[in-house]
């Protein structure tokens, strides 16, 4: 038989406190792992909860850009489910190609920030989500510029909404006017042709032109076509005559302001006082910052980069040849259709462009004029322009702002201007030709 004996088994007692200290440090543990899981969950249920807005633009100049980017991470800061992704895309003429293949392709943004005259094209394409009921319901319709409206609707619906406005003006160089002894600002078309030629100097006496006194834009782009329609308008022109938003109503060749614009503009290249930019490249400021001219056409968007700059400068009206004009430039906010909830947020991101806020900040900080009128009347804003004397010519003038048609096939028109503009810069027609080849190109697409 195999014996048994007993074994003894010992108890190891612990002291109280050990045992509570333990307790307590397993409950610890527990609570902490419950805590980053919960956490983990959450960051994970947020992730997915973000929706991601895309907006392409063409921003310009750089600077703007910059302030416009950290507008951007404003909002994406203080809105936890939606982030805004800012992508430039180039110029409005290198953009064109871009939009149109994504729109076939299926491709397209969320948010699309350009010029409002893309309307009819993207409404003809069935690729835009109409925003009047979006609009209706929020409370920044009735901080939006009235005048601005024209440049939202087409067919009595709302496709897009003023991102900022601006128009356009002479930027110069004081000191090279004072070297030049003028003393006082062109108002008319010939006070401005004289005053180009007074500005047209060869400084070292090598029998060549080192200052001009304008640079005019070159191209048949839209920017060319924005900066030149303020001449056909101050000359007595119209492209279409009372609300119509019919392409096919638009005569060139009886357009006597128009011709009268590009006559002007011809002069100037024949006087030697203008010299061209490079194609397409009309917005470049460089040749001004430089002094190699003393003027040039542009916009009020340019403020900040000239500030920044250090150099002297100032702006006045565009001069007249009938009657005040300028072109209202600014380009609008438009949504693609997507999904109801891409569609959501990006209006979301749209109220905040149209807040006081925003437009506050940015007008200060490039010079576009704010759409959101608390803005305007702001005693920030007004703060602001009574220390800035180029800002109050812009706001001046924008009571003689023409908005160019936003009717379908405006894209043909402006190509059409552009080429008459181009052709008669280079020489190569008079006006009345140039328009007259434009108008017969118009004729066969549109009649």
């Known amino acids: 038989m195999r ?3 007993p074994t003894n088994h010992k ?43 895309t907006l392409w633009q063409g921003v310009n100049p750089s600077q703007n850009r910059d302030v416009l980017q950290k507008l951007v991470d404003k909002f994406n800061q203080t809105h936890f489910d939606i982030q805004v992704d ?18 076939v392709g299926n491709a397209t943004p969320d948010l699309l920030w350009f010029n409002p005259t893309i ?10 989500l109409p925003l009047d009921e979006m609009l209706e319901t929020s409370a920044v319709k009735k901080e939006i510029d009235p005048a601005l409206f024209a440049t939202m609707e087409l067919n009595s619906k709302i496709w897009s909404v003023p991102f900022a406005t601006n128009n356009i003006g002479v930027f110069y160089r004081p000191s090279l006017f004072k070297a030049a002894g003028i003393t006082e600002l062109p108002r ?16 070292n ?16 782009g839209e920017f060319t076509v924005f900066i030149w329609l303020p001449f056909m308008w101050s000359g007595g022109g119209e492209l279409v005559g009372g609300d119509s938003q019919n392409a096919a109503a638009i005569d060139l060749t009886e357009n006597f302001g128009a011709i009268a614009g590009l006559q002007f503009w011809r002069d100037l290249i024949t006087d030697g006082s203008a010299i061209l930019s490079g194609a397409e490249r009309g917005y470049e400021t460089d040749a001004l910052l430089a002094g190699k001219v003393a003027m040039q056409l542009t916009g009020s968007w340019t403020l900040g980069q000239f500030k920044a700059s250090n150099i002297d400068f100032g ?11 300028t072109s209202i430039g600014g380009e609008n906010l438009f949504v693609f259709k997507t999904t109801q909830k891409q569609e959501k947020a ?11 806020e925003f437009q506050t900040e940015w007008a200060m900080a490039t010079g576009y004029l704010p759409v959101n009128l608390k803005s305007r009347q702001s005693a920030k804003y007004q703060e602001f322009v009574k220390k800035d004397p180029a800002m109050k010519v812009f706001l001046d003038q924008a009571k003689y702002g023409r908005s160019r048609p936003i009717f379908s096939g405006y894209n043909r028109v402006s190509e059409n201007l552009g080429r008459a503009v181009e052709s008669v810069m280079l020489g190569k027609s008079s006006p009345q030709e140039a328009l007259k080849a434009s108008q017969q190109r118009l004729d066969l697409i549109f009649k």
């Not at 800012?86 to 729109?103: E, H, R």
């Open 3 to 5: 014996s048994h004996h």
């Open 11 to 53: 108890l190891v007692s612990f002291p109280a406190n050990i045992i509570k200290t333990a307790v307590r440090l397993l409950i610890l543990l527990v609570a902490v792992l419950s805590l980053t899981g919960c956490q983990i969950n959450s960051r994970n249920l947020t992730q997915q909860k973000v929706v991601h807005v």
């Open 86 to 103: 800012s992508l430039y895309v180039g110029q409005s003429d290198q953009q064109m190609p871009k939009i149109l293949a994504a729109v």
């Open 119 to 128: 309307a009819g094209q993207l409404v003809e394409l069935d690729a835009l």
């Open 188 to 203: 008319t078309w010939e006070e401005l042709r004289q005053v180009a030629k007074k500005l047209t100097i060869d400084k």
């Open 205 to 220: 006496g090598d029998g060549r032109i080192d200052q001009h006194g304008i640079i005019l834009p070159l191209g048949k």
């Open 315 to 325: 702006v006045f009206p565009i001069p007249v040849g009938q009657r005040p004009a």
């Open 346 to 356: 990006a209006f979301k991101f749209i109220e905040y462009v149209l807040s006081e």
